[in-house]
C-alpha cells in the first residue's frame, strides 16, 4: 500500500494532483456545503413526486399534489374574464359618444380597440395607423366619411364599397376618361394640382380651362373650392394629402380612370361591442372630429 503524500506546511494529505508544482489538498467539503447539497437532493426528489415531472408517451406524470400550469391559466384567465365583463356589458348597451364621455369607459374601450387593431386593421393601415398608398393615414385630421366617433363606427360597422353589405358607404369616381377629351383631362388635372401645389410650370391657358372643366364636372362632389363632402367620401384636394400621388400625371390617371378602394364591413365579423371599441381607439389617435 503506497504512504500517503503529506504537505509539509499544513501537514494535510493532498490527491496527487500537480499542477506546475502546485499541490491540491485533501480537505474535506465545508459542512454547510454538504448540508446544502444533501437537502438540495432531497427537494428534488420530493419535488418528482409532488408535481408533473416525468414525460410519458401522451402526457406527463400529475404528481402527488395535482398541479397543473393550465388549470392556473385557465382559472387566471376567467378571472381577468369577470373583471372586464361589466366593461364589456356597458360598452354593448351605450352608443359611441357615451362611452367615450365616460373616463373609465373610454380607456378601457380605447386599450381593448388598439388590441383588435393590430389583429385585425394593421395589414392596410400600417402598425402605427400611418396608412399607405391607397390607405388612409388614420393620424391626421383629414377625413373621406367624417372624423366624428359616429362617422368612424358608421364605416367600421359596415365597410366602403363592400358589395355584401347593403348599408355599406359606395359613391364612385366617374372615368371622365370617357368623358372628357385627353387635353381636357390634363388641363383639369393642372388645376387640380395647382389647388395645393405651385402651378409655376403650368400655362395659364391650361389653368383656366381646368378651372372651367372642374366647376362643370367636379364641383359637385369636392365643392366648388375643391375642400371635399364627407356625404359622398370626396376628397380634399387643397391639402398635402394624396392616396395615388399629387403629381400633375398621377392625378390625371386618377381622372381618366379612378382606382376605388374597398374597406371590409367589419360589424358582422368582430360583433358591435368590438367596433366600438376599435373607433373608440380611431378617434383617440388625434385626428377625430
Not at 506546511?9 to 490527491?15: K, Y
Not at 387593431?117 to 395589414?123: E, I, L, R, S, W
Not at 373650392?225 to 399629387?246: C, M, V
Request: glycine share 10%; hydrophobic share 40%; with cysteine.
Amino acid at each position: 500500500m503506497s504512504e500517503k503524500d503529506v504537505d509539509e506546511l499544513s501537514g494535510v494529505s493532498t490527491t496527487g494532483h500537480v499542477w506546475d508544482g502546485i499541490r491540491e489538498l485533501d480537505n474535506p467539503m465545508p459542512r454547510w456545503w454538504l448540508i446544502v447539497y444533501y437537502a438540495t437532493v432531497v427537494w428534488a426528489v420530493l419535488y418528482m413526486f409532488a408535481y408533473p415531472a416525468w414525460p410519458l408517451i401522451r402526457t406527463a406524470t400529475t404528481g402527488l399534489l395535482g398541479y397543473s400550469s393550465r388549470k392556473e391559466i385557465s382559472t387566471e384567465l376567467e378571472a381577468a374574464k369577470a373583471a372586464k365583463a361589466g366593461y364589456t356589458a356597458a360598452i354593448a348597451s351605450k352608443s359611441i359618444d357615451e362611452i367615450l364621455a365616460d373616463e373609465k369607459l373610454r380607456t378601457f374601450a380605447v386599450a381593448a380597440g388598439a388590441a383588435a387593431f393590430k389583429v385585425n386593421c394593421v395589414q392596410c393601415h400600417g402598425s402605427g395607423a400611418q396608412g399607405s398608398p391607397g390607405y388612409p393615414n388614420l393620424n391626421d385630421d383629414d377625413w373621406l366619411w367624417g372624423g366624428r366617433p359616429q362617422d368612424i363606427l358608421q364605416t367600421i360597422t359596415h365597410g366602403i364599397r363592400y358589395a355584401e353589405d347593403p348599408e355599406t358607404r359606395a359613391v364612385d369616381m366617374p372615368a371622365f376618361g370617357s368623358i372628357l377629351q385627353p387635353q381636357q383631362v390634363k388641363q383639369v388635372a393642372a388645376f387640380v394640382h395647382s389647388l395645393s401645389n405651385k402651378a409655376d410650370s403650368v400655362k395659364p391657358e391650361d389653368l383656366a380651362a381646368g378651372k372651367t372643366i372642374f366647376a362643370e364636372n367636379c364641383a359637385a362632389c369636392h365643392g366648388p373650392e375643391g375642400k371635399g363632402n364627407h356625404e359622398f367620401g370626396a376628397p380634399n384636394l387643397t391639402d398635402a394629402i394624396w392616396f395615388y400621388g399629387s403629381t400633375v400625371d398621377a392625378i390625371a390617371a386618377q381622372v381618366r380612370s379612378p382606382r376605388h378602394g374597398v374597406m371590409p364591413a367589419w360589424g358582422a365579423r368582430l360583433g358591435p361591442t368590438t367596433v366600438k371599441e376599435l373607433a373608440a381607439y380611431v378617434h383617440s389617435l388625434g385626428g377625430g372630429q
